[in-house]
C-alpha cells in the first residue's frame, strides 16, 4: 500500500487527489454503517460516570487525563495544516483553503463525537484499555450482550480502520514534501528539493526524499512513540505560526496577505494568543519523555539553520520583496498546473 501511495504522489497530484476521495469516502461510509448500525444497542450504564475519576496519575482519567488524551491524540488533526501546504496546486486558495480547512474541520469534530459516543455507549469504557482497535470491542461487547451476530460489521470496521490509515498516510507525505518544496523556494533548504518533475510537475526529490525518511523511521520506531512526537512536534509548530502572526502583525504590517484573521489590528491577535496558550497546555501535558525528544529534535532543527538556512533565506535578506516573487511563482505554478491537467485529459 505504502508502494501504491508513493507512487501516486510521485506520478500526479491530481491522482492522488482522486485516490485520496475515494479512500476517504469509504472511510466515511464505514463509520456512518457504524453509528447507525450502533446507535440502537447504546447501553445507558456505560455511560457512568461519564467522566471517570482520576487514577492518582493525572494521565488515566478525570480531567487532567481528557487533557492528556487530547495530546496523544492530536496528531488526528494534522490533516487540516496539511490543507494550507497544498496551497501551490489550488487555483483559488484564497477561497478554497478557508472552506476547505473550515468544512472538514466541523465535519470530523462532529463525526469524531458521535462516534465516540456511540463507540463508549456500546461497551464500558474500561474495556478499551487493553485494545488497539476500540472500535472492534464496541462490537463484540454488543454482540455479547445481544447474542446477535456482526462479524460483517466488525469486517467493515476494520476496512475503515485500513482506510483511514491510508489516507492520513498520503496527506502526511504530500503535506510534508509541499513543505520541503517551499522551504528550498525560501533557501532554508538545499535548491534540489525544488526542482519539480518536468513530466508530473511534482516537486519529486522531496517526495522522494520524505518517502524514504518516513519508511525507515515507520520500520525501526515503536507506533506510540512515533504517534506522540508526531502530537507534540505539530503542536510546537502551531504555536510557532501563532507567533509569527503576531510578530508579523507588527513587523511587517504592508506585507501582501492573502489570508487575514478578522478583528483588525488588535482584536484579532485574541485568536493567535489563545491558540499559543493551548498548543503550551497540551506539549506541557505529554509525557516527560517526549517533551525531551521534542528538545532534541528542535535542536536538531536549530542547527540546520543557524548553519544554512539563516545564510541563505532569501525571505531573511529581502521579506518584502520575496512576498512578491513568491505570489508571481505561486502564479506560475498555477498556469503549469492547469496546462498539465489539461493535458492528461
Known sequence: MYIVLFIHLYSSIRQSAWFNTFVVSIKLLVILIFIFGLCGYMYPPNYHPYIPPNTGDWH??????????????FFSYIGFDAVTT?????????????VGIIGSL????????????????????????HSSVPAVVAVEQVELRTGKDFTWLNVLVCLGAVCGLTSVLLINLLGQSRVFFSMAKDGLLPQVFCKVHPKFKTPYIATLTIGFITAVLAAVLPVDLLGNMTSVGTLLAFFV??????????????APRRFKIPGGKYFSLIFPLIGMFISVALIALAEVTTIWRLFVWMGIGWVIYFTYSIRHSKFNKDPVGHFHQVSSDRNDHVQEFEVANHSSK
Open 241 to 254: 505560526v501563532h507567533v509569527g502572526v503576531i510578530v508579523m502583525r507588527f513587523t511587517r504590517p504592508d
Open 86 to 98: 497544498a496551497a501551490l496546486e489550488a487555483k483559488n486558495p484564497q477561497r478554497d483553503l478557508p
Open 106 to 129: 466541523t465535519i470530523s469534530t462532529i463525526l469524531y463525537l458521535v462516534f465516540c459516543t456511540i463507540m463508549t455507549g456500546a461497551a464500558k469504557y474500561t474495556d478499551f484499555l
Open 60 to 73: 488515566y482519567f478525570g480531567v487532567s487525563g481528557i487533557f492528556a488524551a487530547a495530546t496523544t491524540v
